[in-house]
């Protein structure tokens, strides 16, 4: 008779069986999660306060950088914590969790990058046409459509995954819970899971990914059209990086995603793993909005704007006479 004992915890790899190993991962990726934090949180803020920036453009930027820090908070801060603590044991309520918000942040990553290549593409290629198509209301529905679309292909998969009985083991060969090393465990037939993991991924993964290489093509197509200067290298330093970042995101998940599960789990797979949950909230801030000038002056604007309110809050609580009648300088 098959032991098909329900699974009530699960333990998470660890990345290294040393002590001073799992401390120096835990401090190099909190620096990275701080450093990502910080950066989207800067983005987030400085598009939503500078009123110049009310742009189709930096309304889908500062969406993509509240999704990226929400994305990598899902697993980098756990998996810190237990190296720290020395814990590897996760609920199986909090892998379901886990699932879940790595499913969906992913998802919705790949619909933002997707619409974010298609107003790149409308604002270079078709200006002239770009307020019509870059509306309001289009950016705020398609916003709304990716987000109810993550959830319910989250949710989806996260139900079809633990419906399983899980009997083999309950030590997952990853260091955060994913549907590759969750189907591992199962002692049921897993090829229904594989399959609509396998047809879902390559319709809207391909088909995104698809979408975004046709855009950035007409895109090239009209960037070379320019003079040669520094509009030119303006597009290229952004939307070079840009795909370089989609192409890591998209392949190092498919492959952790499509691979037989027959292979066993290696540290590749865990460092891949990292790839398509660390680097896109790393670097999208750095690709689309710190080598962006306007991103750069507005944030430069706002340190000016708060020094000189705190300048002259200081100066005011030593004047309080004089400033009193200087209504003049308040619009300087």
Known sequence: MTNSTTMMDFLLMEISGMRDLQVFYAMFFSLIYLVTIMGNLVISAVTSLDKSLNTPMYFFLRNLSILDSCYISVTVPNSCMNSLLGISSISKAGCAAQVFLVIFFAFVEVLFLTIMAHDRFAAICRPLHY????????????????????????????????????????????????????????????????????????????????????????????????????????????????????????????????????????????????????????????????????????????????LYSGNALRTKDVFPIQLSHSHGFDNI
């Open 131 to 306: 307020p019509v198509i870059m509306n309001t209301q289009l950016c705020v529905h398609s916003t709304l459509a990716s987000l109810l679309s993550g959830l319910i292909y989250a949710a989806l998969h996260t139900i079809n995954t633990f419906r399983l009985p899980f009997c083999h083991s309950h030590a997952v060969q990853q260091l955060f819970c994913d549907i590759p090393s969750l189907l591992k465990l199962s002692c049921s037939d897993i090829f229904s899971n594989q399959i609509t993991i396998f047809v879902s991924s390559v319709v809207i993964c391909g088909g995104c990914f698809i979408y975004i290489i046709k855009s950035y093509i007409h895109i090239f197509s009209t960037v070379f059209r320019f003079p040669v200067g520094a509009d030119r290298k303006k597009a290229f330093s952004t939307c070079v990086p840009h795909i370089l970042v989609v192409l890591l995101f998209l392949s190092s998940g498919i492959y952790v995603y499509l691979r037989p599960s027959t292979i066993s789990a290696s540290i590749r797979d865990m460092v891949l793993s990292m790839f398509y949950s660390v680097i896109p909230p790393l670097f999208n801030p750095i690709i689309y909005s710190l080598r962006n000038e306007q991103i750069k002056c507005a944030i430069r604007k706002l340190i000016t704007r708060r």
